[in-house]
């Protein structure tokens, strides 16, 4: 096969619904491209990357991505995480993180509403949580409150990111029963294994919608959960459909065909 071949780099990869999305758009408009899942080691994420025309980083190399590039676009730099890369002839390799888009374009559908002014409890503090964190900022959310298994991490979130006063790391529990939020977003990747336990105990948590960043071929764990508590839940394939269109575009300046997408991650059925 000689046709140029994108990838999506990660580990793992096998869940995901990325190459049925891009080779579905890829073939729509008849590209001369394919896109591949590559399950891949840390060392081999640079390289890989500077010999590809272009792809897609996940979990958990987004910032080993980061630091591989020559031309960091100004979310990364602010996230310290790389999720789309390209080959540039002047500029070498680019890369930029749509996660913070495309978390936003994700939240406020199933809000119904901005984020602006919002309480956001946010579990998790890999590289989509960066992305979450930093969308809030911009968006001038009320306040993001962080819990992650690994509290350290999560301080350097907030160190990294430079966030205001507005963004603070939670004590471990389960979430504070106590406080009422907007939105509950799971960006740890408790969910990808349909035996993994909950990031969180939906009961203990007072809020009008979560967001659940993890997708699968069913409804997750997490959103079942939530929903059976009375809340407004959503998985992450909204937020997938919508970094996959900033994607291809990057790579083919082009817009693909959202129709054909839609279909794929079978939203709006
Ligand atoms: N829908 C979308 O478009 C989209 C976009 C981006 C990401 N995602 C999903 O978001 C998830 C996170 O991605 P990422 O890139 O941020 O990954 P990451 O950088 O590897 O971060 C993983 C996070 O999960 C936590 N975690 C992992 N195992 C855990 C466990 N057993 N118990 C408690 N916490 C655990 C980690 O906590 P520690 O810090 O303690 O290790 C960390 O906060 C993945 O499922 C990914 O597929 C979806």
Redesign the pocket.
């Known amino acids: 096969m000689d046709r140029p071949l994108y990838a999506l780099l990660g580990a793992p990869v096998h869940?995901?619904l990325s190459p049925a999305l891009q080779n579905a758009a890829i073939d729509a408009l008849e590209i001369d491209a394919v896109y591949v899942a590559l399950w891949t080691w840390e060392d081999l994420v640079g390289p890989l990357m500077r010999s590809l025309p272009g792809g897609n980083v996940?979990?958990?190399?987004?910032?080993a991505a980061a630091a591989a590039l020559d031309h960091p676009s100004e979310d990364v730099r602010a996230t310290g995480?790389c999720?789309v890369f390209w080959w540039d002839e002047s500029r070498g390799l680019c890369g930029d993180n749509t996660?913070a888009g495309?978390?936003r374009t994700?939240a406020e559908a199933l809000l119904k509403a901005e984020l602006t002014g919002c309480r956001v409890l946010l579990?998790?503090?890999?590289?989509?949580?960066?992305?979450v964190v930093h969308a809030c900022c911009r968006a001038g959310v009320d306040r993001v409150e962080i819990l992650?298994?690994?509290r350290a991490?999560?301080e350097e979130l907030v160190a990294d990111v430079g966030a205001p006063g507005a963004v603070r790391v939670l004590e471990g529990g389960e979430g504070r029963s106590e406080e009422a939020y907007d939105l509950v977003v799971?960006?740890?990747?408790?969910?990808?294994d349909p035996s993994?336990?909950l990031?969180v105990k939906s009961e203990a948590v007072q809020a009008r919608a979560l967001l659940d960043?993890?997708?699968g071929r069913d409804e997750t764990p997490l959103v079942r959960a939530a929903r059976a508590a009375g809340i407004e839940a959503a998985?992450?394939?909204?937020?997938?459909?919508?970094?996959?269109i900033l994607s291809f575009r990057r790579w083919f300046d082009r817009d693909p065909p959202r129709e054909v997408m839609l279909r794929v991650v079978r939203l709006g059925e």
């Not at 996940?58 to 910032?63: E, I």
């Open positions: 869940h995901s996940t979990v958990p190399h987004k910032r995480a999720n996660d495309a978390f994700a579990l998790g503090a890999g590289g989509a949580a960066r992305a992650n298994r690994t991490r999560a799971n960006a740890t990747s408790l969910g990808l993994d336990p990031p960043l993890v997708y998985d992450g394939r909204l937020m997938l459909l919508e970094q996959a």
